[in-house]
C-alpha cells in the first residue's frame, strides 16, 4: 500500500503592511503605489510587485464616467475595493473614502472610515485634505486603529472650490500652507501622505520636512514613492492627457484592434473555427 503523499502547500506571501512602508522611508527606498479596481487587474499589478494598490475613488473618472469623483459613494467604494481585496496577496489595499462620507464630523468619519475597512478588508483608508477637522478625524481614526493615508496639494473631491485641477502651492503664502498642513498630518499618526499636483521643489521640501513618506502625483521625483492611474499609465485612458502621466502601454488601440479583428471574423465565419469548437 502506498501512502497518499502530503498535499505541496504554496509558500504564503506576507502582506504589505504599514512598517514596511515606514521602513522603506527610512532605507531610502522609492514607494511604489498603483490604482486598481477590480480583482482582475487587482492581481496582475500585485503579481508586477507594486507596494501598495489604492483604491481610489478616481474610479468615478475612470470606470463610471463621471467628470470628477463626486457622485462616488460609499458602497461603490467598498464593492471596488472588496473585488481588489479578493485578487491581491501581497500589496497593501487603501481604499478611498469619498466626498461627504467623512467632512461632516469627526465621529461619523470614523464610523465611514471603520465600515469601509470592515466591508472591504482593506489595511488602510485616505481622505483628502488638511484642514483642523481633518487632523482630528485622522487622530481619532488612528486612535480606532485605522491607519490612514492622507492627500493634499489638489483633492478632486474640492475641484469647485479649487477651480480645477490646478497645481496647488506656487506661491509662498499657499507653499508654507500645503508645508503646515503636511506636518500636522503626520502629527495626526498618518502614515503617508499623497501629494498631488505640487511643484517638484515644494514637494522635495515636504519630504525631506516629513518622516512619513510622501507619495506623489504631478509631483516630481524627490517625494518618497510615486502613484499612478492604472488606465492612465496603461494608456486605456487615452482621452486623459496630463503633463505627469506617461504611459507604459497603448493598450486602448490593443483593445479597439482586437475587438475589431474578432468582430470582422464572426462576420465573415471564421470564427468559432474547429479549434474552438466542440
Ligand atoms: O483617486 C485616486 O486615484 C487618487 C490618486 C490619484 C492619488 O486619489
Known amino acids: 500500500m502506498t501512502t497518499p503523499k502530503k498535499p505541496v502547500r504554496e509558500k504564503k506571501v506576507r502582506p504589505v503592511t504599514i512598517h514596511d512602508i515606514a521602513e522603506k522611508k527610512r532605507a531610502g527606498e522609492r514607494i511604489v503605489v498603483l490604482t486598481a ?7 496582475l499589478v500585485d503579481e508586477a510587485g507594486v507596494d501598495i494598490i489604492l483604491v481610489g475613488d478616481s474610479l468615478g473618472n475612470v470606470i463610471a464616467g463621471h467628470s470628477s469623483t463626486l457622485p462616488v459613494t ?7 475595493a472588496s473585488a481588489v481585496r479578493r485578487g491581491v496577496e501581497r500589496a497593501m489595499i487603501v481604499i478611498d473614502m469619498p466626498f461627504l462620507t467623512y467632512q461632516v464630523s469627526v465621529e461619523r468619519g470614523v464610523l465611514s472610515c471603520g465600515h469601509a475597512m470592515q466591508r472591504s478588508c482593506a489595511g488602510a483608508v485616505k481622505l483628502e485634505g488638511g484642514s483642523p477637522q481633518i487632523l482630528e478625524t485622522i487622530s481619532a481614526c488612528v486612535r480606532a486603529g485605522i491607519p490612514v493615508m492622507g492627500h493634499i496639494g489638489f483633492t478632486p473631491q474640492s475641484v469647485h472650490t479649487l477651480g480645477g485641477a490646478r497645481v496647488q502651492g506656487r506661491d509662498p503664502e499657499s507653499a508654507e500652507r500645503l508645508i ?12 503617508a501622505i499623497v501629494l498631488e499636483l505640487v511643484p517638484a521643489k515644494l514637494a522635495g521640501e515636504i519630504t525631506r520636512a516629513l518622516s512619513i513618506p510622501t507619495i506623489g502625483i504631478g509631483a516630481g521625483v524627490a517625494c518618497d514613492g510615486q502613484v499612478l492611474v492604472l488606465p492612465d499609465l496603461l494608456g486605456l485612458n487615452d482621452t486623459f492627457n496630463a503633463k505627469f502621466v506617461k504611459r507604459y502601454a497603448s493598450m486602448a488601440d490593443d483593445v479597439r ?9 464572426v462576420r465573415n465565419g471564421a470564427y468559432p473555427d474547429d479549434e474552438h469548437s466542440f
Open 37 to 43: 479596481y477590480d480583482a482582475l487587474f487587482g492581481r
Open 74 to 80: 460609499l458602497a461603490q467604494m467598498i464593492y471596488h
Open 180 to 191: 503646515t498642513e503636511a506636518k500636522g498630518i503626520e502629527e495626526s499618526g498618518a502614515f
Open 257 to 265: 484592434s482586437a475587438v475589431s479583428r474578432w468582430a470582422e471574423d
